[in-house]
């Protein structure tokens, strides 16, 4: 029996679990494949995702899972693709555990790994009271006393972005802060003080942050603290199948080059949500999958291959 499937979605989170929703809808044997590893995992809630504003992550997934389960033609495996290989118009992955999985069409949504700045005391506040987003978590830590752990350019640029959320926001600079006078100028007028001092770590019950710890023993009040994060690529996986990567960006590294039909450089191979993107979100990764599985779809009948029949109930 022919077991290739229409599309094999690789990553389960929002962009996957989106994709995987409208290719199930149109009737297309899918395999998502998910690691079970979203980013935002670690964070209280979804700030600024409608109809979920403030769910946990967790629970947000779990609900997508559910609703997949009404699509006959998709099947969710846990697992890890480790490479991905073409052979003509097919592409096929091996997993880690070494099964191999074919496909004519492939949806990368693998997500991007966030490398935020080592400093004692980010790790187990990030995404709650720590985080890269004031978009996502400035509304929990409003009018609050709030810092920005950056310097020159961007630091000036977090600094007024952070604005929005508090009267009362610091550009913590650790070190030489790096500003031009009309840098200096913009945060003077927008009341933002620079700090230069060395900051040493982080301090607050769990995931709460009360202060910072500055090197020279003091310690400064804060209860939300904004730093930069580089967003880069959790695998070689699209750079395997011939996917480029765009130009890096103010957020990301190496995001892959997608077109306006979510289509990488590669043939057959599709990606949607952070891994091509500057501007991460759920929102943007739920609309990304959804775009990409259209494309997906569009693509099999324009290029007339045989389709697969949808499986009959029971899956794949
Ligand atoms: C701490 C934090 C908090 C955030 N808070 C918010 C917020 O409040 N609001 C908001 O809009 N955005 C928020 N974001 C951003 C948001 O989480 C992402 O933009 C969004 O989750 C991206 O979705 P995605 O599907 O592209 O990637 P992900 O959600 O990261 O999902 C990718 C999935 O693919 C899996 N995977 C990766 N590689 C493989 C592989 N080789 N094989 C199989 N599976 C694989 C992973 O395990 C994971 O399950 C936050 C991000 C972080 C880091």
């Keep these: 029996m022919d077991d290739i499937r229409d599309c094999i979605v690789v990553g389960g989170g929002a962009a996957g679990l989106s994709a995987a929703l409208v290719l199930g809808r149109a009737r297309r044997s899918t395999l998502v494949i998910d690691a079970g590893a979203p980013s935002n995992a670690p964070a209280h809630g979804i700030g600024g995702l409608l109809g979920n504003d403030g769910r946990p992550p967790a629970d947000f997934y779990a609900a997508g899972r559910r609703e997949l389960a009404a699509y006959p033609s998709v099947a969710l495996r846990a697992g890890e693709v480790v490479a991905g290989a073409r052979a003509g118009d097919r592409i096929t992955l091996t997993l880690s555990d070494g099964d191999r999985v074919t496909a004519r069409r492939v949806v990368l949504a693998t997500g991007m790994d966030y490398v ?122 699209a750079a395997q199948l011939g996917a480029v990567a765009a130009a890096p960006g103010f957020v990301a590294t190496d995001a892959v080059a997608v077109d306006a039909m979510a289509r990488t450089t590669a043939p057959g191979v599709f990606a949607a949500g952070d891994l091509t993107t500057q501007m991460p979100s759920v929102a943007s990764a739920v609309a990304a999958g959804s775009l990409a599985a259209a494309m997906v779809v569009q693509a099999i009948v324009a290029e007339g291959l045989p389709a697969t029949t949808a499986p009959a109930e029971g899956g794949p």
């Design 116 to 237: 935020p700045p080592t400093l004692p005391g980010v790790a187990e506040r990030w995404g709650r009271t720590v985080f890269h987003c004031p978009f996502c978590h400035g509304w929990e830590v409003r009018d609050r006393p709030l810092a920005v752990l950056d310097r020159g350019a961007s630091g000036v640029h977090r600094a007024l972005l952070l604005r929005m959320w508090s009267d009362d926001v610091t550009l913590l600079a650790d070190g030489p802060a790096g500003l031009d006078d009309g840098e200096a100028a913009s945060l003077r007028a927008a009341g933002v003080p620079v700090d230069e001092r060395p900051v040493a770590g982080l301090e607050g019950p769990g995931a709460t942050l009360t202060s910072v710890r500055m090197a020279d023993g003091t310690a400064r009040p804060c209860g939300g603290l904004l730093v930069p994060v580089t967003l880069r690529q959790r695998s070689p996986l």
